[in-house]
């Protein structure tokens, strides 16, 4: 046994390569690329044994897979990959803007929540009236590229002027709204679709989009549903469905380290009965 030498670093070689896998786990896990990551792994196992069979001919053709298969694996993972390495510098990015803008503003980076007010009265108001939306909001991800794809309009986030925006007669209220700080940038955005398998079938295509959104930025996205009349929250990936104007104020609060009143909100009234659970119809 004296060939079998095991050091302090090799056992925490071990453990980083461990996380790393399961990390990479967690990111593919509710998506197709992990039936394509499970196929990869087949192929280089299958080489594996077929070295150690010295079967010469199929290995020298398993071998030229393998050589080419870190270029195929940036291909394939490319929007896993990318949100591995912003997820590394997520939580960095978001604690040193906190401590930014506080150091050089001070209570004037905290006290700057009118937008906030005028984005849940909106939000309630389109709920309470079954008025689909969906709306962006950046925080320190690129969102130029949704931009593009969007109108730019550049106005103070005022609550008729969302509503405006969504009104199904509209000609702007089809995609999504992007708000930076306190002004809408752009409407019409078209965002990613997300692909994963887990999502319950009576979310539509806001929510899906939603969720890609936020699976490839640290964006915060709200959607209000047309058919149910439903307020939901959106955070890197998860979402949380079926909440009050004041809980959405409070989950964007704390997303974006801001210091506001619990009040400003109002409950929801149902103009219309709510649908029941086993048939509710799709988001359009």
């Known amino acids: 046994m004296d060939f079998i030498q095991i050091k302090a670093l090799d056992i925490v070689d071990?453990?980083?390569?461990?996380?790393?896998?399961?990390?990479l786990y967690r990111l593919i896990r509710k998506t197709n690329a992990l039936s394509i990551f499970t196929g990869i792994?087949?192929?280089?196992?299958?080489?594996?044994?077929?070295?150690?069979?010295?079967?010469?001919?199929?290995?020298?053709?398993?071998?030229q897979v393998i050589g080419v298969g870190a270029i195929a694996l940036i291909i394939v993972f490319q929007p896993e990959i990318r949100k591995f390495l912003f997820l590394l510098g997520e939580r960095y990015s978001k604690r040193r803007s906190s401590f930014l803008g506080?150091?050089?503003?001070?209570?004037?980076?905290?006290?700057?929540?009118?937008?906030?007010?005028?984005?849940?009265l909106a939000c309630e108001e389109m709920a309470e009236t079954y008025t689909g939306a969906l709306i962006v909001i950046r925080r320190?991800?690129?969102m130029a590229e949704f931009m593009a794809q969007g109108e730019v309009i550049d106005a103070l986030v005022k609550k008729d002027l969302i509503e405006n925006i969504f009104f199904k007669n509209s000609p702007l209220h089809d995609g999504a709204m992007?708000?930076?700080?306190?002004?809408?940038?752009?409407?019409?955005?078209?965002?990613?679709?997300?692909?994963?398998?887990?999502?319950p079938g009576y979310f539509g295509t806001r929510h899906r989009a939603a969720l890609g959104a936020s699976e490839i930025s640290d964006a915060?996205?709200?959607?209000?549903?047309?058919?149910?009349?439903?307020?939901?929250?959106?955070?890197?990936?998860?979402?949380?469905?079926?909440?009050?104007?004041?809980?959405?104020?409070?989950l964007i609060s704390q997303a974006m380290g801001l210091s506001v009143e619990s009040s400003g909100s109002r409950p929801i009234r149902r103009r219309v009965q709510e649908v029941a659970p086993d048939d509710r119809p799709q988001d359009l």
């Open 14 to 23: 071990i453990l980083l390569v461990a996380l790393l896998m399961y990390q």
């Open 41 to 63: 792994l087949i192929v280089y196992l299958l080489w594996l044994v077929v070295r150690v069979l010295n079967m010469e001919l199929l290995s020298l053709l398993l071998g």
């Open 102 to 120: 506080r150091f050089f503003f001070g209570k004037a980076y905290e006290d700057r929540t009118e937008w906030l007010n005028q984005l849940v």
């Open 140 to 142: 320190s991800s690129d």
């Open 178 to 199: 992007l708000i930076e700080g306190d002004r809408i940038k752009a409407v019409r955005c078209i965002l990613p679709v997300s692909e994963r398998t887990d999502i």
């Open 220 to 250: 915060l996205v709200v959607v209000v549903s047309e058919e149910r009349g439903q307020i939901s929250f959106v955070q890197g990936g998860e979402i949380t469905a079926h909440i009050s104007g004041a809980k959405l104020k409070e």
